[in-house]
């Protein structure tokens, strides 16, 4: 399996509260992703990165944020919780490549509730 | 905004029987890929298919691309129940790096 790691894998919050999401990967691929699963939506992109401070919005980018300081750790941010933001939240990695055969490798998801 | 729609949403089968799933949309993708999802993971790339009119197989499972990239099948022969889960599509944006996903089929293969 390739290497990611995402922490925490359970989260419990309170609205309106900081939350910090972690995707840490061993693998050195340049390309990182964030995504939200919800039932009758399947997998729906947040924000993903193709570089070391390079990132860019996906379909469902309100309300977070990211961060990419180094190769390995990709952050998600959610500034001030809702109870929107209840979902499954899956990390993605890919290897530079060509860009039309680029297979994802996910991570087993941080499952975030917010009351 | 780019949709995949997957058909159907629930499937429900006995042992031994064939079926298809289907991922279609108005927009053309530079390539298409097929996941399985177990419950508590994360997707696992089944296959990738680039080409127009492209067919792979793997083992029981045939996946085709449509020749003009918008859709595509996988169709499962002699399903077992170990071929119970999720299955999703999607579709790399032509040009970027962006993945479009599926909704999801939800399979289960009755013994």
């Excluded at chain 1, 939350?19 to 992109?45: A, F, I, K, S």
């Excluded at chain 1, 070391?52 to 190769?71: M, Q």
């Excluded at chain 2, 918008?70 to 579709?91: E, M, N, V």
Aim: aromatic share 10%; with cysteine.
């Amino acid at each position: 399996d390739a290497g990611i790691t995402q922490s925490p894998r359970h989260k419990v919050t309170e609205t309106g509260t900081p939350v910090t999401l972690r995707c840490h990967q061993t693998e050195n691929h340049r390309y990182m992703y964030w995504y939200r699963q919800d039932p009758g939506h399947g997998l729906r992109l947040i924000h993903y990165s193709y570089g070391v401070k390079d990132t860019d919005k996906g379909e469902v980018s309100d309300g977070y944020s990211v961060s990419r300081s180094k190769t390995e750790d990709f952050l998600l941010t959610l500034e001030s919780a809702t109870s929107s933001q209840t979902s499954v939240y899956f990390c993605a990695i890919s290897p530079t490549g060509d860009y039309s055969n680029q297979p994802q490798h996910f991570g087993d998801g941080t499952r975030l509730s917010i009351l | 905004t780019q949709l995949l729609e997957q058909s159907p949403q629930f499937l429900s089968i006995q042992e031994g029987e064939n079926l298809t799933v289907y991922c279609n949309s108005s927009s053309v993708f530079s390539s298409l890929q097929w996941y399985r999802q177990e419950p508590g993971e994360g997707p696992v790339l089944l296959v990738t298919v680039v080409t127009g009119g492209e067919v792979k197989k793997l083992k029981r499972l045939t996946f085709q691309f449509g020749d003009a990239r918008k859709d595509s099948s996988l169709h499962i022969t002699a399903a077992q129940p170990g071929d119970t889960g999720l299955y999703l599509c999607a579709g790399v944006v032509s040009g970027t790096y962006k993945y479009i996903f599926g909704t999801g089929t939800r399979l289960k293969v009755l013994a």
